[in-house]
């Protein structure tokens, strides 16, 4: 067993039995079963922009796991040079720091429907979520994009990022495929997979959304 897989055996080990004394104040109890959304995409392929529409629209809280994380490198915590320094690389945070994170944000909110932006990113991702948290996504959207347009849209972007530029979008495209894609295809298999062709304006994304939310 690689170290990584043994600290996370260890970290759920720990964390899974607290989650389950706190069950009737935590995040699945009687009075409270969320419901949750995953979106998955590759870098610059508008997520967090139609995140933000389909919250508008049709009620969700967003949580960008990708904003928790530069959140968490602000606020000075013990993981905080860590981030700092995978986000940089182009990189996958390890899965137990990122799905707390996720589980507090879920926790401390007061609303019950969510949209999950950049998460699971890799299998690890997963199956950390499911052994922490454990509610099963009613929907997985994937934002589909070639890659050439998915680079112009990071480097026309400019919001100040450390890993808006060349080399490390290069790199995030390289993680996208080899790590997202197979979670990717695990949720295609349980059909639970809407994927949404992400090429167009906003406005023309948006209305292929439609269909999935306004029933
Ligand atoms: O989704 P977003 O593009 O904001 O993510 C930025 C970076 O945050 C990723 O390239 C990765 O380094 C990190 N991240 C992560 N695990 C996630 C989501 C984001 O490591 N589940
Ligand atoms: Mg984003």
Sequence with gaps: ???????????ISVAKPCLLNQADAGIVSQTRSP???????????GKGTQCARIA???GFTHLSVGDLLRKDISSNSVYGDMILETITKGKIVSSEVTVILLKSAIESS???????????RSEENRVAYEQLIGIE??????????????????????????????DTTKERLR?????????????SQKGKLHKINATGTEDEIFKRLRPIFAT
């Design 1 to 11: 067993m690689s170290r990584r897989v043994r600290s996370l055996s260890k970290l």
């Design 35 to 45: 419901t949750i959304n995953f979106v998955l995409g590759g870098p610059g392929v």
């Design 56 to 58: 508008e629209t049709y």
């Design 110 to 120: 007061q609303t019950d429907r969510f949209l999950i932006d950049g998460f699971p």
């Design 137 to 166: 996504p009613e929907v997985v959207l994937f934002f589909d994009c070639n890659e050439e347009e998915m680079m112009k849209r990071v480097l026309h972007r400019n919001q100040g990022r450390v890993d808006d530029n060349i």
């Design 175 to 187: 993680v996208f495929e080899a790590y997202s894609l197979p979670v990717i295809r695990y949720y």
